[in-house]
């Protein structure tokens, strides 16, 4: 069996990459007899100016292009995901959520955690900018609430900027991005199919 490093760039209030989340979870599963699957979870932030209070969510509605809502109900619809925007009150901030994503340092357990700080989110409304919320999803997932206290640590917050200033230089700008075996890069979303195929010829190589 080959295997695969994937990494998967995103930013938590994206809806394109928790598509791109459920979508990656289909393709791991569908190829688990071919292709052994390591999902490295790594930050984003769409937009950096918004507070630790998050930002009102009109704030957003002028900066949807045209036909975007359609198409990402359509998208979602593939993937069976409900997005219940009228439970959310604001756009939260987001690099909470990464920092502690960021302290985990199993990648079973960081992928778990993403998946339940995307669904806390986007089908339950809840601020994840909020440390308390953050830190229901950790004892939910049964690890140590004790996370919590390293978010606004200074060696975790250098680790993290250091981070997003490399994709800076990378110029990696949206997001989904996966990078494969550290090589391959693919921007944005894209179909379960073309994915596949991606991940297939990148673990030959």
């Avoid at 071919?34 to 630790?52: A, N």
């Avoid at 359609?70 to 987001?94: D, G, M, Q, V």
């Avoid at 089908?123 to 900018?129: A, F, M, S």
């Avoid at 550290?182 to 944005?188: F, K, L, S, Y």
Wanted: with cysteine.
């Amino acid at each position: 069996m080959t295997s695969l490093h994937v990494e998967f760039i995103s930013d938590y209030i994206c809806p394109w990459c928790y598509i791109g989340k459920v979508r990656l979870d289909k393709i791991k599963q569908r190829l688990a007899g071919e292709i052994k699957i390591h999902i490295q979870i790594s930050p984003f932030v769409l937009y950096p100016h918004i507070s630790e209070l998050g930002e009102p969510k009109s704030s957003f509605a002028n900066r949807t292009k045209p036909g975007m809502g359609r198409s990402l109900k359509s998208e979602a619809a593939l993937e069976n995901i409900s997005f219940n925007y009228k439970l959310i009150e604001s756009i939260p901030y987001s690099l909470h959520a990464h920092r502690l994503t960021w302290l985990i340092k199993d990648n079973e357990e960081k992928y778990a955690l993403s998946k339940q700080i995307f669904y806390t989110y986007f089908e339950e409304g809840q601020d994840i900018g909020n440390l308390g919320v953050l830190e229901a999803v950790v004892i939910s997932l049964g690890l140590s609430k004790k996370l919590i206290t390293y978010i606004n640590d200074e060696h975790t917050i250098q680790a993290v900027d250091n981070y997003l200033a490399q994709l800076k230089s990378s110029y990696i700008s949206v997001v989904p991005t996966l990078r494969l075996n550290r090589t391959v890069v693919i921007n944005g979303l894209q179909s379960e199919d073309i994915w596949e195929r991606y991940f297939i010829r990148a673990s030959k190589m």
